[in-house]
């Protein structure tokens, strides 16, 4: 079943006159391992947005779970996990690392219920999966960089995804975590659950189909499936072809 379904989309930020986005189409159904390579600005990070509904789709169609976008983007993301590329927590923050996971339930609670026996029981799970049981206690401000990864990813989890989205997950751990967190997406998708990963660097993908998107310019210039040890070669490739090429 198509989980992802864009059809020549044109995506447009506010204010902004030029499409970033251009004409894009994507097809995604269960199950698949998606990674999304390209150069700098290429658009890897609007495609994500805008398949989350935060940035205007102004031409094409995109549904996303069985949903339009456009029409329906605060259920498309209760739905979707999304891990962005950029966040910062102030060193104040006073929430915890349990209550950030907790609060990946939120979409499906509603704000003002109380969390049941089951939504304690995912965040619990995302917790152990991530393996950041040690944190639990410590508010997130103080944390790591890469520990802020873990919990932000852990957080999505919790939301039980139908689809899981990450930009540049790893760019803040170390290897162990990264070879860590590879195997967490991985059962991810043997669930059923297709993952999109946006990145640069592509040592530790796991040893199963990969469906390679290659993005310049603002549109998919490479969307075919590949094992994990053609990916780098492939990206280098066209990369050269279509343009500028920043990927290590
Ligand atoms: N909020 C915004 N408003 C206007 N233009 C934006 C905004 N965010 C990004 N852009 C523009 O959209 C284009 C694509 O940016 P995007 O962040 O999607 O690239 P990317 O492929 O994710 O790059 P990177 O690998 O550096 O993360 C760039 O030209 C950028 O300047
Ligand atoms: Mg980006």
């Known amino acids: 079943m198509a989980l992802i ?6 995506t447009a930020y506010e204010g902004g006159d030029k499409a970033v986005i ?3 189409s994507l097809h995604v159904d269960q199950g698949e391992y998606v990674v999304i390579g390209g150069p700098n600005s290429a658009g890897k990070t609007t495609l994500l947005e805008s398949m989350n509904g935060l940035v205007k789709i ?7 779970c069985g949903l339009d976008v456009s029409r329906s983007a605060d259920e498309v993301r209760k739905r979707v996990g999304y891990v962005i590329q950029n966040f910062y927590f102030d ?8 209550q950030v996971v907790m609060m990946g339930r939120f979409g499906r609670l509603g704000l003002l219920k109380q969390p049941s026996k089951q939504d304690y029981e995912a965040a619990d799970r995302a917790i152990r999966r991530v393996g950041i ?3 639990v206690h410590k508010t997130i401000g103080t944390l790591s960089g890469g520990q ?3 919990t932000m990813i852990a957080h999505n989890l919790a939301k039980e995804p139908e689809v899981m989205m990450l930009d540049e997950p790893f760019s803040n751990l170390d290897f162990h975590a ?3 967190l590879q195997g967490v997406f991985k059962d991810l998708v043997r669930d059923g659950i297709p993952t999109l990963i946006v990145a640069h660097a592509f040592d530790g993908l796991p040893d199963i189909p990969i469906h390679l998107v290659v993005m310049n310019s603002g549109t998919i210039t490479y969307d075919m499936n590949c094992t994990a040890g053609e990916v780098e070669d492939i990206i280098r490739k066209e990369c050269k072809v279509n343009g500028r090429c920043s990927s290590r």
């Open 133 to 135: 049981e040690d944190l």
């Open 58 to 64: 102004t031409h094409g169609s995109a549904s996303v």
């Open 178 to 180: 990264r070879e860590y």
């Open 91 to 98: 060193p104040f923050t006073p929430f915890t690392v349990e």
């Open 148 to 150: 802020q990864q873990k």
């Open 5 to 10: 379904d864009l059809k020549g989309i044109y």
């Open 22 to 24: 251009k004409n894009l």
